[in-house]
Every structure is written in C-alpha cells, then in structure tokens.
C-alpha cells in the first residue's frame, strides 16, 4: 500500500512542465522578470489509469471509454481539492526589498494551470529573494514545484564587464526529493514515471543592452540570449562537475 501512495504522489506531482525565465536589464542593471510555470496532467492521467489497469491484472491498451473514464474521475477529484490561490498581496508581502510585483495572474488548463508572475527589481541580484508561496499546507500537490524561481543567481562584475550565471532549475528535483525515502519502484513503475517527465520544458532568457563578450545560450535572437533545457539535459548536467558548460552564462561589456 505504501508503495501504491508512493506511485500515485510521484504522479500528481510529475505533470508535463513548461518553465520560462525572463531578464529584461537596463543599463543601470534595474529591470523586470517574467516567471511562467506550466503544468499540463494529462499524460498523468493516463499513465494512471494504465497503472491501475495493471493492477487490476488487466492487459493491452486503454479503451477510449476507459480513459474517458479516467479523465471524469480525475476532474471530480481536482475539483474537491481545490485551493485558495494566493493574492496579489499575500505575495508582495514575502518580496525582498527592491523587487516589486508588477503583475501576477493564473490559468486553469483542462488538465492543469498556467500562472505568470511579472516583477520589477532595482537591482538584478535582489531577485534571489523572491519566494513563491504555496497554495495550500500538508498537501504536496498544491505546493509549487519551484519556490525559489531565481536561486542561484549570480552576478560579478569586474573592470568594464559583468557577468551573470545561474544554474536553470529541474521542476522534477521536488519529486524525487518526496520520494527519496520511498520504497524502489519497480523499473516499468519508473520506467512510466520517467516518460511522464521526458516532455518538461525549461527556457531562460536574457535582455541586455550591452556587448556581449561570451556566452553558452542556446541560440540568441537580437539583444536576447536564450538557453533551453529538457530532461535529458538536466541529466547530463548533473553528471557534469563544471557548471558553465550546462547551466547559464554570459559576460557582457558595459
């Protein structure tokens, strides 16, 4: 039975994430930062009831009545356990000082919601602070899978130039640290869980008008670098002992 709680946690939790960051710098390292965090729990739903199915000894694929089904009773469960979302001001409240909240707002998806925070800061290192609040206690599948949207940045400047770097953040780590102390999946239960990740989306994007002396984005589009990470890239990052092969970086010329 532990094991059943361990698996279906790990599901509600997984979801299909989209993660975007964006710095937008004026020369006088002021600026804003759009935060958006996607979750899309339809995969969930069906490697769910998949699961379930093999509980039950059943074998072969879904019926489209079975996952019909699935999806029916899933939307009566969410809808039970909703939760306040946070206010405006119940945020603004946990900003570091110099970080202003600019505009927040969430979308409920079919399956899932889309929430977007906008700030403004007086200067780029005062948004390691910032804090995203929780929907709800005691229950981890309405905390947010990223408190700290800006952890890890870092910003040093050295005769005519600067240079920022952050390490871009793995919304799955939430999981797998809930799950440190589980029983082991067996490897088609991981396998499952391990799929249900493969699809998560993680994009950072910087904005500045400077000369850019070095960087190891992605590709870039005007003033605008860009870094994109899936799950596959988040394992080799993990591997790797040097952090600005993976993560972000770049020095510009003042």
């Keep these: 039975m532990k094991r059943l709680i361990v698996v279906f946690s790990m599901l509600l939790l997984a979801g299909c994430f989209e993660v975007d960051q964006s710095i937008n710098l004026q020369k006088d390292l002021s600026g804003t930062a759009d935060f958006h965090l996607g979750v899309d729990l339809e995969p969930m739903i069906v490697v769910m009831a998949q699961f379930g199915r093999e509980m039950e000894g059943k074998t072969g694929p879904m019926t489209a009545a079975e996952l019909a089904k699935a999806k029916a009773e899933f939307k009566k469960s969410a809808k039970k356990s909703e939760s306040k979302e946070p206010s405006k001001a119940d945020i603004e409240k946990s900003l570091p000082e110099g970080v202003k909240l600019l505009s927040y707002g969430s979308k409920e998806r079919e399956f ?11 200067k780029l290192s005062q948004l390691v602070g910032v804090k995203l609040p929780s929907k709800g206690q005691g229950d981890p599948t309405q905390k947010n899978v990223i408190d700290s949207p800006f952890e890890g940045l870092e910003l040093s400047e050295k005769g005519d130039t600067l240079t920022i770097r952050t390490k871009p953040q793995n919304p799955t780590e939430s999981v797998k640290e809930q799950a440190a102390d589980a029983p082991k ?28 002396v070095s960087h190891n984005a992605t590709r870039r589009e005007g003033n605008t670098l860009i870094w994109e990470y899936d799950m596959a890239a988040f394992e080799k990052m993990e591997k790797s002992k040097k952090l600005d092969d993976m993560g972000v970086r770049v020095t510009y010329r003042k």
């Design 112 to 122: 899932g919601m889309d929430t977007n925070f906008k700030f403004g800061f007086d």
């Design 185 to 212: 999946l067996d490897a088609a239960t991981e396998k499952m869980v391990k799929d249900a990740f493969s699809k998560m989306r993680v994009s950072y994007r910087i904005t500045a008008p400077f000369t850019v």
